[in-house]
């Protein structure tokens, strides 16, 4: 009798071994045993946060996403959004990001696009087990050195403090 292998990613374990005494399903790899689901908000969060750990990067959003989260922000309770600027799709296998970024002034926007891919296609790849297909950024703003971060809700810096 020959025994057959079993498709299952990770190894291959012969079909017609039984499983030890005692031990339900021993010899089933555990990732066949059900199904995982990656929601969209935890892509987001992870590659919001691997986005930030890189210097350069201000902040995310673009101009209107940045002043509504700026306005959630300073309500009671509220939390800053990891995900503001974050768009993903998430599929079985696959995942695609879109970015919206502002940049500190004097950096080498390239470079900093790289780095952002990197940590991000690192960071997602290696938490989820998702296979990142693109990380598309839009730079929507430089940050300048003498610009206030304390900003009104229409977006313009405060005169007097």
Known sequence: MSDTINPTPGGAEPASSPAPTGQVGAGTAPHSRGRTTISDSVVEKIVGMATR???GIHSLGAGMARTIGAVKDMVP?????????????VGERQTAVDLDVVVEYGVAIVDLAGEV?????????????????EVNITVDDV???????????????????
């Open 143 to 161: 940050h300048l050195p003498d610009e206030e971060d304390d900003e009104d809700l229409d977006g313009t810096a405060t005169r007097v403090q």
């Open 77 to 89: 309770g509220g939390r800053r959004s990891v995900s503001r600027g974050v768009k993903v799709e």
């Open 117 to 133: 891919r990197r940590n991000v296609i690192s960071a997602v790849e290696r938490m989820t087990g998702l296979e990142v297909v």
């Open 53 to 55: 750990e890189i210097p």
